[in-house]
């Protein structure tokens, strides 16, 4: 009896140590917290999203959802190293925007540079040694390589566009930070300073470096622990001298991409995801044909899929989300962009669509 008292409280005592570290971040408290609770959408201590949103659909159990994830689409990793363009940091004159895979892009506007949800680790995870695993060849970049950012922009605070060990790379040499509500705490507990962090809820609005940043609703939810839902999701409108921009985090389909085409586009340019779907979880991110519907509502010009091509954390094929997506796009005649890892977009001007992932 002693010795299993011991062993469960040694466990209890590991995992609270573990849940610690300083890769786990930190819940709001104080000021943000207060904040937090003042907002119309948090409920019984968590914020809540505009529609119902259930982490499954009736019906599906728990149990289902680890059978169907031991049966997992054999074509889930690629079975080749993707390919990629050597980015440029030099650009000017424009707007411009190089995706690097996953969520993780850069924007060079005139002479600023903004950073968008780097992810620059080998595992989305706490850890270096567990987690989902990078494609070969999506390596090509490291955060070292990257010269002064302006702003840094994180979406919302998940591993896979939240990490830890990247953004410890970028804290000295990123002027500010631009997150969600609440995901600021984290920040500070990696070293960031609080004067160079800004935290924005559902329709607030920064203005840095005289880029104008609307955060909006999202549809999906947020925790690096066992709590969910303490810091808040968001997209961002970004507004330039020239284009209007819709930064899209993660986000299941909801009435609100209509709402925020009305309020504020028409879109030069549409970031949305279009990966990491399942039939076990629809309603936190959208399927590929749901993504084109939503570049649709927001009044997009161009739309450009990300949460693809670097890691694979639902159990469809690598390559189906950006299948699926240019499919539908040419059905409801919604012109896409599909740049290769590493390559630029230029706002306006260049939209690359070559079907590279075929090759």
């Not at 937090?36 to 259930?54: A, F, H, R, W």
């Not at 500070?188 to 800004?198: C, L, N, P, S, V």
């Not at 630029?344 to 090759?359: A, C, N, Q």
């Amino acid at each position: 009896m002693y010795t299993l008292v011991l062993i469960i409280c040694a466990v209890i005592s590991l995992t609270y140590l573990v849940l610690h570290t300083p890769a786990f971040g930190r819940l709001p408290g104080g000021t943000r917290l207060k904040k937090i609770s003042l907002l119309p959408n948090y409920e019984q201590g968590v914020l809540k999203n505009i529609s119902p949103t259930p982490m499954k659909p009736a019906g599906i159990s728990y149990l289902t959802i680890v059978r169907g994830m031991l049966k997992r689409d054999p074509n889930r990793i690629p079975d080749r190293t993707l390919p990629h363009l050597e980015p440029e940091f030099n650009l000017n004159g424009g707007a411009y925007l190089t995706w690097f895979g996953h969520s993780s892009y850069l924007l060079q506007i005139g002479p600023l540079k903004v950073l968008v949800d780097p992810v620059f680790s080998g595992r989305t995870s706490p850890f270096s040694f567990i987690g989902n695993k990078n494609y070969k060849g999506t390596d090509f970049i490291r955060a070292e390589d990257f010269p002064e950012i302006d702003i840094l922009l994180i979406t919302h605070d998940h591993y896979d566009h939240m990490d830890y060990r990247t953004l410890l790379k970028f804290k000295d040499k990123t002027k500010h930070v631009l997150t969600s509500l609440g995901a600021g705490a984290h920040l500070e507990r990696w070293g960031f300073a609080a004067d160079r962090i800004t935290e924005l809820a559902w329709g607030e609005e920064a203005v840095l470096s005289g880029l104008s940043f609307i955060a909006t609703p999202a549809r999906h939810f947020t925790g690096r622990g066992f709590k969910r839902n303490r810091t808040l999701w968001s997209g961002f409108v970004l507004k330039t001298p020239d284009y209007r921009l819709y930064l899209g985090g993660d986000s299941g389909f909801d009435t609100h991409f209509a709402a925020i085409g009305e309020t504020y586009g028409p879109f030069d340019l549409a970031v949305l995801e279009c990966g990491q779907y399942n039939e076990f979880w629809p309603y936190i991110h959208m399927f590929p044909e749901q993504t084109v519907r939503a570049a649709i509502a927001l009044r997009a010009k161009v739309l450009l899929p990300v949460h693809w091509g670097k890691f694979s954390l639902a159990l469809h094929a690598w390559n189906d989300p950006i299948n699926r997506v240019t499919k539908s796009a040419e059905e409801l005649n919604m012109k896409i962009t599909t740049p290769m890892l590493g390559e630029t977009v230029h706002i306006g001007s260049f939209y690359p669509d070559k079907k590279w992932w075929l090759i």
